[in-house]
């Protein structure tokens, strides 16, 4: 039954992925020559990559943060005072069903003159952040009543109760929704190529920006390595913070 899946999956990403390593120590796909480490040399030498790397870590690092902290804070209001109001629950997620292309001809035809980095930063947290919204509120309405309840009877107020009693139960939650929300900042090439092209303003100027520059100029080595090197970096990223929320988790549990 999910031998399609599988299929797809090994012959689109994990194939294509290994392979991209013997790409990243030969000069081109053409001759084939080894290079050696020469491509991960002359990479970090790139002007663009190094412009691309700090305006990807910039707006991750800015991003993430925000859409957590947005999605926390209107998840618990959500769930304290408006869980019986889908409506208002619905209208949050409607940017996630919206178009790409419509979000951009909206921002484009009422508030072009934002500046780009803010403008692809308002863009990210209004397109995604219903849909942490309804991941954390999903995991509030499933929370143990008695736990709350318990907190209230020894004198805990609202603050205390969210900070130490209801963030903590749902971290497994919030660990997700962290990764989801930084793979997400990572995808925003596609409002950003609709809205500035191959070559926007350098404040926006992205790693998927370089790769797919230089994916249309056939230079399979530099995508290849610049490929190797983003993956182990999020893979270090994601091990660290799964590393604190399994030692949260057994603090809690």
Do not use: C
Request: aromatic letters at 18%; proline letters at 4%.
């Amino acid at each position: 039954m999910i031998l399609p899946s599988v299929a797809g999956f090994m012959i689109f990403f994990i194939i294509p992925f290994v392979y991209s390593f013997y790409y990243a120590f030969t000069k081109d796909a053409f001759s084939k020559k080894w290079v050696g480490f020469d491509n991960f040399v002359n990479l970090f030498k790139s002007d663009f990559l190094r412009l691309a790397i700090k305006n990807t870590l910039i707006f991750t690092a800015a991003s993430v943060p925000l859409i957590m902290v947005l999605s926390v804070v209107i998840a618990l209001i959500l769930a304290r005072f408006l869980s019986n109001a889908p409506f208002v629950k619905n209208a949050f997620f409607l940017p996630v069903l919206l178009p790409s292309a419509t979000i951009v001809m909206v921002w484009q035809a009422y508030l072009s003159y934002v500046p780009p980095f803010a403008s692809l930063l308002v863009i990210f947290l209004w397109k995604y952040v219903g849909l942490n919204i309804m991941l954390i509120l999903t995991a509030l309405i499933g929370m143990e009543k008695s736990i709350i309840e318990a907190a209230h009877i020894d004198g805990a107020g609202i603050l205390r109760t969210s900070w130490y009693v209801t963030l903590p139960n749902i971290s497994p939650i919030l660990f997700f929704t962290f990764i989801l929300s930084m793979v997400n900042s990572l995808k925003i090439y596609r409002e950003s190529y609709l809205m500035w092209g191959t070559h926007p303003d350098k404040s926006v100027y992205m790693l998927q920006n370089y790769l797919n520059n230089h994916f249309a100029k056939l230079n399979y080595q530099n995508i290849s390595t610049a490929a190797i090197l983003f993956f182990f970096a999020i893979y270090i990223i994601v091990a660290v913070v799964f590393l604190l929320e399994k030692k949260a988790s057994e603090q809690i549990w």
